[in-house]
Each structure stands twice: as structure tokens, then as C-alpha cells.
């Protein structure tokens, strides 16, 4: 939108540059209130903050990929025509394991959070 409000030049376009200056504000104070909201939201569905939920996101994530790499060496696997006994061989990836490790790991991180190690404060007037 602030692209669109550069390109629109010229005098008989003041309304339309003051329509977006307003759309543009009204965007930006719903992206501030939505990001006030994202731990209170997290912290209702059980992650005890931002971190933890975004680690547990890129795990699911990085599951999710794996099995969709999977399913894609086995179509190109099946539509090589393969023999009869070779077909027997190619199964497709099962997709209940997956959606039961991505369960796991949800529920693994919401259930113990990493604790922290807190470094020692060092008294360096004490030396």
C-alpha cells in the first residue's frame, strides 16, 4: 500500500492519496494490536512463550517437509511403471505416523519447556 501511495502523484488525486494514508494507518494499528496479542495467545494453547512455540513450529515444520519429500520419491518411484514385485516394494509414506509425531513433538514441548541456565553473576569489584 505505501508503494501504491508513492505512485499516486498529481493534483487531482489528493482523495485517493488520503484513502490510503487512512488504510495504511488503520493496517498498521491492526498489525500492533495483533502482535500484542500473539503470547497471550500462545500462552492459552499451552507454549509458555514465543521461543518455544517458534522451535516447536520449525520442528513440525522440518517433519512436514521430510514427509512431503517422501511422497514425492514415491510418486516418481510408482509412475516409472515399476515390475510386480518392485510394486510391492514401494509403499506410500505413512501419514499417520507423521501426524502423530507432529502430536508429539507439540505436546513434548508444551509439557517441559527447555529450562534455562542462568550464568552466574561474576563480583568483578571483588578481584
Known amino acids: 500500500m505505501k508503494q501504491q501511495l508513492a505512485d499516486t502523484k498529481g493534483l487531482f488525486k489528493v482523495k485517493e492519496r488520503k484513502a490510503l494514508e487512512v488504510k495504511i494507518k ?3 494499528a491492526e498489525i500492533a494490536d495483533r502482535l500484542d496479542k500473539i503470547p497471550d495467545t500462545l500462552k492459552e494453547d499451552g507454549y509458555p512463550d514465543v521461543q ?5 513450529f520449525r520442528e513440525m515444520e522440518s517433519v512436514v517437509e521430510q514427509y512431503n ?3 514425492a520419491e514415491w510418486g516418481r518411484q510408482v509412475s516409472r511403471k515399476p515390475t510386480a514385485t518392485a510394486k510391492e516394494q514401494l509403499r506410500q509414506p505413512e501419514k499417520q505416523s507423521v501426524l502423530k509425531h507432529l502430536r508429539e513433538i507439540q ?3 508444551k509439557q517441559n519447556p527447555p529450562q534455562r541456565k542462568r550464568k552466574k553473576s561474576i563480583d568483578r569489584d571483588s578481584r
Open 26 to 28: 488503520e493496517t498498521e
Open 52 to 56: 518455544i512455540f517458534m522451535r516447536t
Open 69 to 71: 519429500r517422501d511422497l
Open 107 to 109: 505436546e513434548r514441548n
